[in-house]
């Protein structure tokens, strides 16, 4: 279904557990577009490199992610395997666009600063998604993944995470999304995105 909004791809960032997929699908089935995980990019890349080759894209395979690692060293983790990610990102950016179709790309490692690079095209938008209370982001992780241990951690990490994303997206002019109130995310998602 063609809405006649004028982006071609939509990018849905933000840090685990804050609830862009739960916004992403629905975009997604709204404009008739297909929806891109990141992290199943990151499977794919990992399955054709080696450690060697890209550490960075390895390294919570070679170093196994535990609670005791500090929310700050587990985000610059994810940011150099961010960063290492945007070659392939920037392919699949310039496939669908050449292709002439819709695409939600959502995931943890889409950055603010890639958002930005790729703005001035005029078919390509960013959003970061933010949810800055570490218990509602703990209350996400429980709901989808009933485990004791480590999900507080995670929630700590997701808040740090939060709060550098935010940061970038306003030094690179990138919409945030409060994550709440649900009843209303795909509308205001809709709304940053200038749909």
């Known amino acids: 279904m063609d809405t006649g909004k004028n982006w071609r791809i939509a990018l849905v960032g933000g840090p685990s557990g804050v609830g862009k997929s739960r916004l992403s699908h629905p975009l997604a089935h709204r404009h008739g577009a297909v929806l891109v995980e990141v992290d199943d990019l990151v499977v794919a890349l990992q ?41 392939a990102l920037d392919a699949v950016v310039r496939n669908h666009l050449d292709e002439g179709d819709r695409v939600v ?26 949810e800055p209370d570490e218990a ?9 993944e009933p485990e004791p241990g480590p999900q507080a951690h995670r929630a700590a990490v997701s808040v740090h995470h939060g709060r550098w994303l935010v940061e970038q997206a306003g030094l690179h002019g990138v919409p945030v999304l409060s994550a709440r109130p649900w009843s209303s995310g795909a509308d205001r998602l809709d709304e940053l995105l200038g749909s």
């Open 136 to 144: 509602q982001v703990l209350a996400n992780y429980l709901a989808r």
């Open 47 to 87: 399955s054709m490199t080696t450690p060697e080759q890209h550490p960075d894209l390895h390294h919570w395979l070679t170093h196994p992610y535990h609670s005791g690692q500090s929310p700050e060293f587990v985000v610059e983790r994810q940011i150099a395997l961010a960063e290492a990610l945007v070659p």
């Open 105 to 130: 790309i959502e995931g943890d490692y889409v950055l603010p600063s890639f958002c930005a690079r790729w703005a001035g095209t005029g078919e390509v938008r960013g959003v970061v998604v933010h």
